[in-house]
């Protein structure tokens, strides 16, 4: 008992006076107090600790609370430098975030195309947009800890363009959280519009938000695991095929006004909302009243685990 206390009287508090500090700063951040940026900043600083540790060691020799108030008095240092430096650069407040364009596929004349899309970690957001003369571009966003990586082939024959792309994204670390929630990493591409395309995206748990409004898709493949899918289809695209095989995930179909569709469904014990005002039922699939007859219309085949799944 007695070495115990002579070790508390030897050590001093200036590692806990460090921790207390921090989980007061930490508590500001949750309460919006500080700048943006501010554990940016102080990330940068992060040598100074290594100096509270050696001044407390060194000083605490002589006396404990000489070392003590040394090691907190470079913590509160640090702690303030950062708020300073996070208020008077707010131009790069958000250092962490970073944005990195490597995708580009040239169309070359391309009259058709197909692309095989592998999400093999990280999350996708596929809409239209590509610059005049690319087929697809983008690249991945996230934090400045992220390590991506892509692998893209092109194959050309008669006037058709056929894309594989596999995407990856090893890791990714961001302390503390962003106010608005965990930023996962997220790969953002565009396709050229009016050009007739065939997609087919493989996922396991990840987030898509595909928008292909705009696009002049005629054959759509999701294949999914545990994953969170957000679809808009085509508005006109004339005839559209959309196939989704998933397992426990949620799926969010939207059919643009003005185009008709027929929704076919097998799957397990899952949740089924579809918008029977548009797509009444009858007998096993629910189909526009003009299905056969709409210049845009779209079939939908949707086999399932345990999902929830609105079609709207």
Known sequence: MNDSRSLARQSGFGFAGA???LGVFGLLWNFNVLPDGFWGEFWTLWPLLLVAI??????SRQRAWIGSLAALAVVTGSLAAAWVLAVANPSTSHSLSITSESISVKSEGAQSARLNLTVAAGDLTLTSGAPS???????????????SEQRVSVIRSGGRSTMDVRLNTDWNFQFPPRRGGPSSPRWILRHAE???????????????????????????????????????LPANAGRTT????????????????????????????????I???????????????DFESAANRVTIKIEAGVSDITVS
Do not use: C
């Not at 050696?54 to 000083?59: D, P, V």
């Not at 395309?197 to 695991?225: F, K, P």
């Not at 918008?275 to 009243?289: A, C, I, L, N, T």
């Open 275 to 289: 918008d029977e005002s548009r797509f009444p039922k009858q007998g096993d699939r629910y189909v526009s009243p």
């Open 242 to 273: 959309a196939e989704f095989s998933i397992g426990a995930a949620d799926l969010d179909i939207t059919v643009p006004a003005g185009v008709a569709a027929q929704i076919d469904f097998d799957g397990g014990i899952s949740s089924l909302n």
């Open 54 to 59: 050696g001044a407390n060691l060194i000083l």
């Open 19 to 21: 921790l207390i500090l």
């Open 194 to 232: 009016g050009i007739p395309s065939d997609i087919r995206i493989e996922t396991g748990a990840s987030d898509l938000d595909l928008d292909l409004r705009e696009l002049n898709v005629q054959r759509l493949n999701v294949d999914g695991g545990a994953a969170d899918i957000d679809v808009v």
């Open 133 to 147: 003369g690319l087929l697809l571009s983008g690249g991945s966003q996230g934090t400045v800890a992220e390590a």
